[in-house]
């Protein structure tokens, strides 16, 4: 069938003549891709309305949030201020009530429970043996020291990795002298290393701290936490022993 080819379309009625009309194959096509674009063309716009409505959703929920942020934030400025006001009128009574408003809101303050059992983490595969730890400060530094046994039959290779453990249960991976906490050896090794403090964190905020000895397969054979208390020796007391 050529593109000049017509279609014959005939129309009958009861009431009326027969009536024929001659359409173009290239019209009858037009309009059959006319419809095909309109199908598509509303999917895609059906697509879109109901993608930018959630979208519409997310922002609403987010300038919500934000506007909540700000009232407090708000709230706060305006309580900071009239700290400010009466600090500065000098006035002891209200400079008392202020405090003890301060020491109330800190009373009123829920106590963080601590999982003692997540602090205190042991383990002992009995292939590893650590005797005679101690840490010292020195100035801004603390030095680690302590002695490692192999209790195994075979060379026992690996590294060690230390914790600080927070006062508030937090744990932190301490930076160490790596060729000092990698080992290989047969019986065992004095293990002398400097240990970094973290930013931010001040030496009162440790509470305890955690060795791990880690084989070459990458398993924990060895953990045990040490309070600081225990541990942490005085540079003037560590410097009386050596000269002892």
């Known amino acids: 069938m050529g593109t000049d080819d017509k279609l014959n379309l005939i129309i009958m009625r009861d009431d009326s003549r027969v009536r024929r009309y001659r359409i173009r194959i290239s019209w009858f096509r037009f309009f059959l891709y006319a ?43 305006e309580r900071l201020q009239n700290i400010k006001e009466i600090l500065k009128t000098n006035d002891p009574e209200e400079i008392h009530a202020l405090f003890s408003s301060v020491s109330r809101d800190k009373q009123a303050l829920p106590a963080q429970k601590i999982d003692l059992q997540k602090v205190f983490v042991a383990k002992d595969l009995q292939m590893a043996g650590v005797s005679n730890l101690q840490l010292r400060e020195i100035d801004e530094k ?43 050896i047969q019986r065992f090794r004095r293990v002398n290393s400097i240990l970094h403090l973290p930013p931010n964190v001040a030496k009162d905020d440790i509470f305890a701290l ?12 060895y953990i045990q936490t040490y309070p600081f208390v225990n541990i942490l020796t005085s540079q003037l007391y560590a410097t009386s022993l050596t000269f002892a």
């Not at 697509?47 to 942020?69: A, I, M, P, R």
């Not at 006062?167 to 990698?182: K, P």
């Open 35 to 77: 419809q095909l674009v309109l199908l598509l063309a509303a999917g895609l716009g059906a697509y879109g309305g109901v993608t930018f409505w959630f979208k519409n959703l997310e922002l609403e929920q987010t300038n919500s949030n934000l506007q909540d942020n700000i009232y407090e934030m708000q709230i706060q400025l």
């Open 142 to 184: 603390l030095r680690l020291s302590f002695e490692l046994n192999n209790l195994t039959d075979t060379t026992l290779v690996g590294k060690t990795s230390v914790y600080f453990i927070t006062r508030d249960a937090g744990v932190i991976q301490a930076e160490g002298e790596e060729n000092e906490l990698s080992f290989e």
């Open 210 to 221: 955690r060795l791990a000895i880690i084989n070459s397969e990458g398993e924990s054979i």
